[in-house]
């Protein structure tokens, strides 16, 4: 955090990922469900192509936050967000911006599993055919693949793509919801606990995958296990009734943390 007030929010990310670059910046985010304050000034600069973990006590804030980035509060009557978002420089929340364009640029896979009731192949093909990203049905067939292949499901469901998504296990039904969110080329794909309802096998296949994303994605994972957060992110943000209080390089938030509440938190003192 030490370091926000040196970086520019504006500046255009390159080809390559490096310390400095900014995928997302947060300027003094406030959001209020009602009269609830439920984040508190939050500020932080996310990087492109890096896994960013947010961690902390239940109900300080991280899904709260995590749905900002894609405007999903939106669709919550009672919610109001306060100050910037911008992503590559361009704030998310000008009126001119359509949320739902704004929602395949920026996906989001949740703590259940979520299929559509339709077919394997249809729950990949409904994002890439609303936003008219096939041409033909060749094109749509490479976009499902390729969407399945990336997710590491390919292989699984190759024979049985007109079986109901409904119908695959809990562990593959996550990763058909990575495929789907995935099918609509994405920059950033938010992930709130997205392996807590799953096995340790399933576990370990979407924490692979989620590996393997990163080098084209910029992800941020909402986490209640220490272990993951150390095991995939290379960035650790650490809430904290409302506030963001920490957030390192996750070696280092991990080793040697800065703030008193993330070394009780990791340590299991509290949360
Ligand atoms: N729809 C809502 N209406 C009113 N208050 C809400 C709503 N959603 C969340 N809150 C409140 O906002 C605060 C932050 O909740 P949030 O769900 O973001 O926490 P969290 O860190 O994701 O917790 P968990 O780890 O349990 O998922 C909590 O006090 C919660 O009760
Ligand atoms: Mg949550």
Redo the contacts with the bound molecule.
């Keep these: 955090m030490n370091n926000m007030s040196t970086s520019n929010i504006t500046t255009t990310p390159t080809k390559a990922s490096t310390m400095n670059e900014t995928k997302i910046s947060a300027r003094d985010v406030q959001v209020y469900?009602?009269d609830?304050h439920?984040i508190i000034d939050v500020n932080i600069e996310i990087r492109p192509r890096t896994v960013t973990a947010f961690i902390?006590p239940?109900?300080?804030?991280?899904?709260?936050?995590l749905r900002c980035i894609n405007r999903m509060n939106d669709t919550?009557a009672?919610?109001r967000v306060e100050g910037h978002i911008s992503i590559d420089g361009e704030n998310i929340y000008d009126p001119k911006v359509d949320p739902v364009q704004l929602r395949a640029k920026v996906g989001m896979v949740f703590q259940k599993p979520n299929p559509f009731p339709k077919s394997i192949y249809e729950n990949v093909a409904y994002g890439p055919r609303i936003h008219g990203l096939a041409r033909s049905k060749a094109d749509l067939d490479e976009l499902v693949t390729s969407a399945l292949q990336k997710a590491g499901l390919w292989n699984e469901v190759k024979d049985r793509l007109d079986s109901p998504g409904t119908g695959l296990s809990g562990g593959q039904q996550q990763r058909l919801c990575i495929a789907r969110a995935v099918a609509v080329s994405p920059e950033v794909i938010l992930m709130d606990?997205p392996c807590s309802a799953l096995d340790p096998i399933a576990t370990a296949k979407v924490e692979e995958l989620i590996h393997e994303l990163r080098t084209n994605f910029t992800i941020v994972i909402?986490t209640?296990s220490m272990q993951q957060a150390a095991r995939v992110s290379q960035r650790t943000a650490m809430?904290h009734l409302?506030n963001l209080v920490e957030e390192n390089d996750t070696d280092k938030m991990f080793t040697n943390p800065d703030d008193q509440r993330t070394q009780d938190y990791i340590m299991g003192r509290f949360g």
């Design positions: 469900y009602g609830k439920a902390g239940s109900g300080c804030g991280k899904s709260t936050f919550i009672s919610c606990e909402v209640h809430f409302g």
